[in-house]
């Protein structure tokens, strides 16, 4: 017995309540359960689905390092002949890896189904190792502290159903920290490396049916792989996909939404089908539009059947146009949805039916009016997000997630920018839903790396793969308004390698996506007037807001923004005298005063930013660095100090200047950011109240800093900051102005 419903991205989610499979029915979440309550008409199934998808999550086994004796066999250098054939659909052309005779890993014991695996931590997913430290003083605080690399090996159970011969198996990982290797019952199957890069490997080959199943994926990020806290383990949602031979190939529909004419919107649907069927194939194609949020009201649009004729082995599209009387259009305010339900018919039998949600809507980026969205100016307001959830690491928590979208819609912020790495598909979704919009970013480097260990040692193997599979998984989302190929890149102001890349990945990108703008990050100048910003249609600058005038002048039709701005720093409820106009004081007790006039020497305070804003309109927004604080990075106490500290208890200031007189140096605790808007826990700093007046002026609000606590400051000048959306304030103290 199943049962089955519709999840938010209107896949078909299939839980099984029988053998193997019992123990994922059993941990349903509350909201998955809620919605299937309310949906009971979509909820149960008496015949099998074309399409099901099984949340893959429960029941994991789970071991730090490899047995022993393994030495580095199962290395990305050794493994990389089997590995780069499973991005091979990610390959423009007849472009293709040939996957060597011979099975990588067969003398693992950790591959094999007779190993016993019953000693092994049990967990379930999403599920990040690294997070659970300890932390290690002497590990940098960069990548806060935590060891987050070497091998790890997960393991998990399973048992198809007999009938089920028919069927193919695909395994989909939406992220897992990193160099992914996978077998099934102790034969290779496939992996990918880029930890950010949602990917779908067949198991149909490996699959035995009526027996247990065993999955083992071994994980090795390398060292030195990373700027910030990348997390670690398979920390984003894993599915098991059952179909059909002949079934919509993995993110195979692509919705383009045209402008309104008249009372009607067009919508124009290509559905790239894969035949994994021993024969040719051939079947009708049929698209029906409906509201998202009413399924059962009827088809608001219907397409005509296309004939699709593909070869075994081998993929083909179809395009449908569908005309919607009086769409709902997305925007920031009301954020309407609808679902495309796409399915492939051979004569009364359906072989596969796809869901995919998308909305109406117009976007432009005018290089004087600045960002349009429907055609209304909407200037975005944005910030700028890691991966990780503070204390909860990088496992995907969708509840934590909407509480830190809605805390930032709350002051008044409309966008998100995605730094510096694809998101989890989760945060799109709960994007379109909510009305945000989201610069989507895929690299922090690209050739020439930032760390001895990041992408620049796959970017030769995997860029191509990782920005197609990247686009074609969010193109569909309304929430994406721009693309980002890369941040603050090495490269920027050479003539020849970086804007040869820059040209590339874009030609990439639109291959896939010919609809959205394409932008990078740029902290060097010189990018915005060398053919590095003539490969991109948006120029995103880092931290020049003196430069928007003088940019502008030079480059009139091209749009700009800024990238990244601000990079304030403070720590919540910390306040510290004698107040400066320095912006690089403020500093003690491994803490950041939160009057918020401090930052590095690299970046500028709101208000600087803000200037520049209002005094360049045609700018179309910012992304502050960051919204919220994220683990790594503690700028200023990113290393161990040479020198003095400052330090409000003497008894400390004392015995810090022993330990440095001692050891040379003071050991820095730090280990997470203090950019953030808001806090690691999602509190709320003082700097919240600042944008928010900036961002909401129509919302009336008044915030009055520091706190009132103060014995030790009787008869001392206190400064006082209030920050509302008011044109002017009064202050008061004790009933007197």
């Given at each position: 017995m199943?049962?089955?419903?519709?999840?938010?991205?209107?896949?078909?989610?299939t839980?099984s309540?029988k053998?193997?499979?019992?123990k994922?029915a059993q941990?349903?979440?509350l909201?998955v359960a809620?919605?299937?309550?309310?949906n009971s008409?979509l909820a149960v199934a008496?015949?099998?689905a074309?399409?099901e998808?099984?949340?893959?999550?429960?029941?994991?086994r789970f071991?730090?390092?490899d047995?022993n004796?393994?030495?580095?066999s199962l290395?990305y250098?050794h493994?990389?002949?089997?590995?780069?054939?499973t991005g091979?659909?990610c390959?423009?052309?007849n472009?293709?890896?040939?996957r060597?005779d011979?099975?990588?890993?067969?003398d693992v014991?950790?591959t094999?189904?007779?190993?016993d695996d019953r000693?092994w931590r049990?967990v379930?997913?999403?599920?990040?190792?690294?997070?659970e430290g300890p932390?290690v003083?002497?590990?940098?605080?960069a990548?806060?502290k935590?060891r987050?690399?070497?091998?790890?090996?997960?393991?998990k159970h399973?048992?198809p159903e007999p009938?089920e011969?028919?069927r193919?198996?695909?395994?989909?990982?939406d992220?897992a920290?990193?160099y992914?290797?996978v077998?099934?019952?102790g034969r290779f199957v496939?992996g990918?490396?880029?930890?950010y890069?949602?990917f779908q490997?067949?198991?149909?080959p490996?699959?035995?049916?009526g027996?247990?199943?065993?999955l083992a994926?071994?994980?090795?990020?390398?060292p030195?792989?990373?700027?910030w806290?990348?997390?670690a383990?398979l920390y984003?949602n894993?599915?098991?996909?059952r179909?059909s031979?002949?079934?919509v190939a993995p993110w195979?529909?692509?919705?383009t939404t045209?402008?309104?004419?008249g009372?009607w919107?067009t919508a124009?649907v290509?559905v790239?089908v894969?035949?994994d069927?021993p024969v040719?194939?051939?079947?009708?194609v049929?698209?029906r539009?409906f509201?998202?949020?009413?399924?059962?009201?009827?088809?608001?649009a219907?397409?005509?059947?296309?004939?699709i004729?593909?070869?075994a082995?081998?993929?083909a599209?179809?395009?449908?146009s569908?005309?919607?009387p009086h769409?709902?259009l997305?925007?920031?305010r009301?954020p309407?949805?609808y679902?495309?339900?796409?399915?492939?018919e051979?004569?009364?039998?359906?072989l596969?039916?796809?869901?995919t949600?998308f909305?109406?809507r117009?976007?432009?980026?005018?290089?004087?009016r600045?960002?349009?969205?429907n055609?209304?100016?909407?200037?975005l307001k944005?910030?700028c997000?890691h991966d990780d959830?503070?204390?909860?690491?990088v496992?995907l928590?969708v509840?934590?997630?909407?509480?830190?979208?809605?805390?930032l819609?709350?002051m008044?912020?409309n966008?998100?920018?995605?730094?510096?790495?694809p998101?989890?598909?989760e945060?799109?979704d709960?994007a379109d839903?909510m009305g945000?919009?989201?610069l989507d970013?895929?690299?922090?480097c690209?050739?020439?790396?930032?760390t001895?260990?990041?992408?620049?040692?796959?970017?030769?193997?995997?860029?191509?793969?990782?920005?197609?599979?990247w686009?074609?998984?969010?193109?569909n989302?309304?929430?994406v308004?721009?693309?980002?190929?890369g941040?603050?890149?090495?490269?920027?102001?050479?003539?020849t390698?970086?804007p040869r890349?820059?040209?590339?990945?874009a030609?990439?990108?639109?291959?896939?996506d010919?609809?959205?703008?394409?932008t990078s990050?740029?902290?060097e100048?010189q990018?915005g007037?060398n053919?590095f910003?003539?490969?991109?249609?948006?120029?995103?600058y880092?931290?020049?807001?003196?430069?928007?005038a003088?940019?502008h002048a030079?480059?009139?039709?091209q749009?700009?923004f800024g990238s990244?701005?601000?990079s304030?720093?403070?720590?919540?409820?910390?306040?510290f005298?004698p107040v400066?106009?320095?912006?690089s004081r403020?500093q003690?007790?491994f803490q950041?005063?939160?009057?918020?006039?401090?930052?590095?020497?690299?970046?500028?305070?709101?208000d600087?930013e803000?200037?520049?804003?209002d005094q360049?309109?045609f700018v179309?927004?910012?992304?502050v660095?960051?919204?919220?604080d994220y683990?790594g990075?503690?700028?200023?106490?990113d290393?161990?100090?040479?020198?003095?500290?400052t330090?409000?208890?003497p008894?400390v200031a004392?015995?810090?200047?022993?330990?440095?007189?001692s050891n040379?140096?003071?050991?820095?605790p730090?280990?997470s950011?203090y950019?953030?808007?808001?806090?690691?826990a999602g509190?709320?700093?003082?700097?919240?109240?600042?944008?928010?007046?900036?961002?909401?002026?129509?919302?009336?609000m008044?915030h009055?800093?520091p706190?009132w606590?103060w014995?030790?400051?009787i008869g001392?000048?206190?400064?006082?900051?209030v920050y509302?959306?008011?044109d002017e304030a009064?202050l008061?103290?004790?009933?007197?102005r």
């Amino acid at each position: 017995m199943h049962a089955r419903y519709n999840d938010r991205a209107g896949r078909v989610v299939t839980r099984s309540i029988k053998g193997r499979l019992k123990k994922e029915a059993q941990r349903v979440p509350l909201l998955v359960a809620v919605f299937v309550l309310l949906n009971s008409n979509l909820a149960v199934a008496t015949e099998a689905a074309p399409r099901e998808t099984v949340l893959f999550n429960a029941g994991w086994r789970f071991q730090s390092g490899d047995p022993n004796g393994m030495g580095d066999s199962l290395d990305y250098a050794h493994l990389r002949p089997w590995l780069l054939p499973t991005g091979d659909g990610c390959l423009c052309g007849n472009v293709g890896h040939h996957r060597p005779d011979g099975n990588p890993g067969e003398d693992v014991p950790y591959t094999q189904n007779t190993f016993d695996d019953r000693t092994w931590r049990e967990v379930d997913l999403p599920h990040d190792w690294a997070i659970e430290g300890p932390f290690v003083q002497d590990f940098p605080g960069a990548t806060g502290k935590l060891r987050y690399w070497g091998p790890a090996w997960y393991r998990k159970h399973f048992w198809p159903e007999p009938g089920e011969e028919a069927r193919r198996f695909l395994l989909q990982i939406d992220g897992a920290m990193s160099y992914t290797a996978v077998w099934l019952n102790g034969r290779f199957v496939g992996g990918w490396p880029y930890g950010y890069t949602s990917f779908q490997l067949d198991l149909t080959p490996f699959v035995r049916i009526g027996a247990d199943n065993v999955l083992a994926i071994r994980l090795n990020t390398p060292p030195d792989a990373s700027r910030w806290y990348p997390g670690a383990g398979l920390y984003r949602n894993v599915w098991l996909l059952r179909t059909s031979p002949v079934h919509v190939a993995p993110w195979g529909v692509q919705v383009t939404t045209l402008g309104t004419v008249g009372a009607w919107a067009t919508a124009q649907v290509k559905v790239t089908v894969q035949n994994d069927s021993p024969v040719l194939q051939s079947f009708q194609v049929r698209t029906r539009l409906f509201a998202r949020d009413a399924p059962t009201a009827g088809a608001v649009a219907e397409s005509e059947p296309v004939q699709i004729t593909v070869d075994a082995g081998q993929r083909a599209a179809g395009e449908m146009s569908l005309r919607v009387p009086h769409p709902q259009l997305w925007n920031t305010r009301h954020p309407y949805l609808y679902r495309a339900v796409i399915t492939l018919e051979q004569g009364h039998q359906i072989l596969d039916c796809d869901k995919t949600n998308f909305g109406f809507r117009v976007t432009r980026f005018d290089p004087e009016r600045g960002f349009l969205l429907n055609g209304e100016r909407n200037n975005l307001k944005g910030v700028c997000l890691h991966d990780d959830l503070g204390a909860l690491g990088v496992a995907l928590n969708v509840a934590a997630l909407r509480r830190r979208l809605e805390l930032l819609r709350e002051m008044g912020c409309n966008a998100i920018r995605t730094a510096h790495n694809p998101p989890a598909p989760e945060l799109l979704d709960l994007a379109d839903q909510m009305g945000l919009l989201v610069l989507d970013e895929a690299f922090d480097c690209w050739d020439r790396g930032k760390t001895s260990g990041d992408y620049h040692l796959l970017f030769s193997d995997w860029h191509e793969q990782d920005l197609r599979a990247w686009v074609r998984r969010d193109r569909n989302h309304p929430s994406v308004v721009l693309w980002s190929i890369g941040n603050e890149i090495p490269g920027q102001s050479d003539l020849t390698s970086g804007p040869r890349l820059a040209a590339e990945l874009a030609r990439i990108v639109h291959e896939e996506d010919p609809t959205r703008p394409i932008t990078s990050a740029c902290n060097e100048i010189q990018a915005g007037y060398n053919d590095f910003g003539q490969a991109l249609e948006v120029l995103g600058y880092n931290y020049h807001p003196t430069e928007y005038a003088k940019f502008h002048a030079a480059k009139p039709k091209q749009p700009i923004f800024g990238s990244e701005t601000a990079s304030c720093v403070s720590s919540r409820g910390e306040y510290f005298f004698p107040v400066s106009d320095d912006q690089s004081r403020g500093q003690a007790d491994f803490q950041v005063s939160s009057y918020d006039q401090y930052a590095p020497q690299w970046a500028t305070t709101p208000d600087t930013e803000f200037a520049a804003l209002d005094q360049n309109p045609f700018v179309f927004g910012e992304f502050v660095w960051t919204g919220i604080d994220y683990l790594g990075e503690p700028t200023p106490y990113d290393q161990d100090a040479k020198e003095r500290l400052t330090f409000t208890a003497p008894e400390v200031a004392a015995a810090k200047q022993a330990e440095l007189s001692s050891n040379g140096k003071i050991a820095v605790p730090s280990r997470s950011s203090y950019f953030g808007i808001l806090d690691l826990a999602g509190f709320r700093k003082d700097r919240f109240y600042l944008y928010q007046a900036r961002w909401r002026p129509d919302y009336p609000m008044a915030h009055i800093l520091p706190h009132w606590t103060w014995p030790e400051r009787i008869g001392q000048v206190t400064p006082v900051q209030v920050y509302t959306s008011g044109d002017e304030a009064e202050l008061f103290l004790n009933g007197v102005r």
